[in-house]
């Protein structure tokens, strides 16, 4: 893991030298997209971006009270964690239809009061007002989701 975070020459001749020595999996911090493209042409196996997931995500919080997380995994993919949404209280999973509607993938429900975990829930499973989704999809599904819950 190189996370190198103020010296871009110093995180690229590690990345490098990491390499050279034959490391299989090197995970490299990357300070702008840039920095991001040498590391992956150097061979680096992951690239993060610590400072954009952060920003991402309290942008979609900032923007949506009810997303309590976003976790940025693959492209244009991610991991939301959505709660109290007065509208689909009382409507079960077959109801809303997530997946054909907007390609929306209800993977968990949390339980806020002892943070219990339902994993792949049924079609039959009615929301509760203590419940949060845990949805995986991609950024543009999850916005037209929350233009759709703004009417």
């Known amino acids: 893991m190189v996370t190198i ?3 871009m020459l110093a995180s690229i001749l590690t990345t490098f030298h990491l390499k050279e020595l034959g490391v299989k999996r090197v995970y490299a911090k990357a300070l ?6 040498i590391l992956e042409r150097i061979g ?7 400072e954009k997931d952060l920003a991402l995500s309290l942008a979609g919080r900032i923007e949506n009270p009810n997303m309590l997380q976003y976790l940025p995994s693959i492209k244009d993919y991610g991991i939301f964690e959505l ?4 509208s689909l209280q009382g409507k079960n999973l077959r109801e809303l239809d997530l997946i054909n509607r ?6 968990a429900i949390r339980d806020s009061r002892d943070n219990r975990l339902t994993f ?3 079609a039959d499973y009615v929301i ?24």
């Open 32 to 37: 702008s997209e840039e920095h991001g493209q």
């Open 44 to 50: 680096a196996d992951e690239i993060l971006f610590p």
């Open 120 to 122: 792949i829930p049924k």
């Open 128 to 151: 509760r007002q203590e419940d949060v989704l845990v949805l995986l999809c991609s950024n543009k599904s999850m916005q037209r989701f929350l233009m759709a819950l703004r009417g």
């Open 102 to 107: 907007f390609n929306i993938q209800v993977i």
């Open 5 to 7: 975070g103020t010296n």
């Open 83 to 86: 709660d109290h949404i007065e």
